[in-house]
């Protein structure tokens, strides 16, 4: 089964900051590759899909890139209510695998 | 507006068995996939189980490995309702389990909406 590796496992970052999270796949997965953001206590939300589509209602500030075995998902100027998980996931056959998650933090 | 509302959960003794429910609105429930996550106290997403939309290799199911043999994954289009039967549970299967619908008719696409989720506890 296709492995999904994400990195870093946490980070800490001022308001307004650019952050960057990896996801890497043992194997090629074209792009079939979805990003989700779980608020503490919350219910996951679907941002990106096709690796770099925004899904509906997604602040612009969010971005994904990539394709293969490596992706990026990016928020370009970090806000407070950005603080979350964030889960990568391939879905491009079964088993529909998630990364490990990044958890984002305000420093 | 689509809405999920996952109902089952609770307390069972390991071995024991327990059957949710997802029921759906706001949608065309036969012409997605839909998906049943789960997400175990302070841990990551386990995708574990999926079956397609009606049309969409013919309601096809999968399973995740730690699951397989035990849980079975089913849909009736005419309630818009979406189960889970859960046997032989074991300690490591106590999660919220979310229900989630998937973008398109087939299971390899990514899920848009989820539920609340219920929670399952496996205890003695």
């Known amino acids: 089964d296709i492995q999904m590796t994400q990195s870093p496992s946490s980070l800490s970052a001022s308001i307004g900051d650019r952050v960057t999270i990896t996801c890497r796949a043992s194997?090629?997965?074209?792009?079939?590759l979805a990003w989700y953001q779980q608020r503490p206590g919350k219910v996951p939300k679907l941002l990106i899909y096709?690796?770099?589509t925004l899904q509906s209602g997604v602040p612009s500030r969010f971005s994904g890139s990539g394709s293969g075995t490596d992706f990026t998902l990016t928020i370009s100027s970090l806000q407070p209510e950005d603080v979350a998980t964030y889960y990568c996931?391939?879905?491009?056959?079964?088993?529909?695998?998630f990364g490990g998650g990044t958890k984002v933090e305000i420093k | 507006e689509v809405q999920l509302l996952e109902s089952g959960g609770g307390l069972v003794q390991p071995g024991g068995s327990l059957r949710l429910s997802c029921a759906a609105s706001?949608?065309?429930?036969?012409?997605?996939?839909m998906s049943w996550v789960r997400q175990a106290p302070g841990k990551g997403l386990e995708c574990v189980s999926v079956?397609?939309?009606?049309?969409?290799?013919?309601?096809?199911?999968y399973y995740a490995d730690s699951v397989k043999g035990r849980f079975t994954i089913s849909r009736d289009n005419s309630k818009n309702t979406l189960y889970l039967q859960m046997n032989s549970l074991r300690v490591e299967d106590t999660a919220v389990y979310f229900c989630?619908?998937?973008?398109?008719?087939?299971?390899?696409?990514?899920?848009?909406?989820w539920g609340q989720g219920t929670l399952v506890t496996v205890s003695s």
């Open positions: 079956i397609s939309g009606s049309g969409g290799s013919g309601g096809s199911t």
């Open positions: 989630a619908s998937q973008r398109t008719i087939h299971s390899s696409s990514p899920c848009d909406y």
């Open positions: 706001g949608f065309t429930f036969s012409s997605y996939a």
């Open positions: 194997q090629g997965i074209s792009k079939s």
């Open positions: 096709a690796a770099s």
């Open positions: 996931q391939k879905y491009n056959s079964a088993p529909l695998t």
